[in-house]
């Protein structure tokens, strides 16, 4: 089997996959469809022997190339662009 590279960009997607995984969103919808698969009617199931797993599915799909490169821009910027403040100060920054 053939091991995968870790590059930045998996990784960044790895981390939205996780928090996803995790999301209220996903839950109402799993609790909204009765985890229940919406083409065929298959219901999940973990019970032995009779292991059905689903999946949620994005409808409007998920663009990974433009979310990873809004991420690189905005928060996995050059250090160049980023400095160092106390709490106070970053408050102060952010206040409106």
């Not at 979310?67 to 970053?90: A, F, G, N, T, V």
Request: overall charge positive; aromatic content about 4%; hydrophobic content about 25%.
């Amino acid at each position: 089997m053939k091991k995968k590279s870790i590059t930045p960009n998996s990784q960044i997607k790895s981390a939205l996959h996780r928090l996803f995984l995790h999301s209220r969103e996903r839950s109402a919808a799993v609790k909204r469809d009765a985890n229940t698969c919406q083409t065929c009617g298959k219901k999940g199931s973990r019970a032995k022997g009779r292991e059905v797993k689903t999946e949620v599915h994005h409808l409007d799909g998920i663009e990974w190339d433009k979310i990873i490169e809004y991420i690189r821009r905005h928060l996995l910027c050059d250090p160049s662009r980023l400095e160092i403040l106390c709490e106070k100060c970053h408050d102060y920054e952010h206040e409106p």
